[in-house]
């Protein structure tokens, strides 16, 4: 480990075990702790980015992993790839852009990555070329029968324009003595004469006990 402190040290475990139990607040709780007591403990602020990540929180995400960077660079290289995946998904398109370059520019990385990586250059030139001339956008609020107090994202409609599909994230929840994680699922919601029905869980096969989050 990239500390010398028993005390972040034992942060840093506790925290990672929390994480791999899904007890995501306990993880970040014990994480954060593990960064104060040390700020240059690597491998806490890179599991930290991966939590935050994995939440959504992309730009407290890129800043874990950009402090990963400054303490050592080369001790994982494909930490740029993580890197400039969350700035992309936070909107910072510029870094995005540098560190998926200086990620192709490493030997050896993976052709999955490899390939994800060169269609995001793609995207991030496209970004920042379009955010040059704006065009007017207003979005509506698509209703109580779509929106609700959970997470609604990645909609995909049918051709003839009636049938909407989206993936909701409910909430994490106390089960007993444990901590049940957000579960990712498909919802199904009909366009007719008073506009888009309530959403329901469009059930096996296409969910499952696990997470259904992209299509």
Same mark, same amino acid.
């Given at each position: 480990?990239?500390?010398?402190?028993?005390?972040?040290? @034992?942060?840093?475990?506790?925290?990672?075990?929390?994480? +791999?139990?899904?007890?995501?607040?306990?993880?970040?709780?014990? *994480?954060?702790?593990?960064?104060?007591?040390?700020?240059?403990?690597?491998?806490?602020?890179?599991?930290?980015?991966?939590? %935050?990540?994995?939440?959504?929180?992309?730009?407290?995400?890129?800043?874990? %992993?950009?402090?990963?960077?400054?303490? #050592?660079?080369? %001790? =994982?290289?494909?930490?740029? =790839?993580?890197?400039?995946?969350?700035? *992309?998904?936070?909107? &910072?398109?510029?870094?995005?852009?540098?560190?998926? @370059?200086?990620?192709? +520019?490493?030997?050896?990385?993976?052709?999955?990555?490899?390939?994800?990586?060169?269609?995001?250059?793609?995207?991030?030139?496209?970004?920042?070329?379009?955010?040059?001339?704006?065009?007017?956008?207003? $979005?509506?609020?698509?209703?109580?029968?779509?929106?609700?107090? #959970? &997470?609604?994202?990645?909609?995909?409609? !049918?051709? #003839?324009?009636?049938?909407?599909?989206? !993936?909701?994230?409910?909430? $994490?929840?106390?089960?007993?003595?444990? @901590?049940?994680?957000?579960?990712? +699922?498909?919802?199904?919601?009909? =366009?007719?004469?008073?506009?888009?029905?309530?959403?329901?869980?469009?059930? $096996?096969?296409?969910?499952?006990?696990?997470?259904?989050?992209?299509?």
């Amino acid at each position: 480990l990239h500390t010398s402190s028993a005390r972040a040290a @034992r942060f840093y475990r506790v925290g990672s075990q929390s994480y +791999d139990f899904f007890d995501y607040a306990g993880a970040e709780a014990n *994480l954060r702790q593990a960064v104060e007591t040390d700020p240059r403990f690597y491998e806490a602020h890179m599991v930290l980015a991966e939590l %935050y990540a994995k939440q959504k929180r992309f730009t407290e995400s890129a800043r874990h %992993y950009r402090e990963a960077v400054k303490i #050592d660079s080369l %001790y =994982f290289p494909p930490v740029l =790839f993580q890197l400039a995946n969350s700035e *992309l998904m936070s909107g &910072d398109y510029t870094m995005a852009l540098i560190h998926y @370059r200086a990620y192709l +520019d490493q030997k050896d990385v993976s052709a999955k990555n490899q390939a994800l990586a060169r269609r995001n250059v793609i995207n991030c030139e496209f970004a920042l070329e379009a955010m040059k001339h704006p065009v007017q956008f207003s $979005p509506v609020n698509m209703g109580r029968g779509i929106n609700s107090g #959970d &997470d609604e994202y990645w909609p995909s409609i !049918t051709a #003839d324009g009636l049938t909407m599909m989206f !993936t909701r994230q409910g909430k $994490p929840a106390e089960r007993g003595m444990s @901590r049940v994680p957000a579960q990712e +699922d498909f919802y199904l919601s009909y =366009f007719g004469e008073e506009g888009w029905s309530v959403a329901v869980n469009a059930g $096996p096969p296409l969910n499952s006990p696990a997470n259904e989050g992209a299509q």
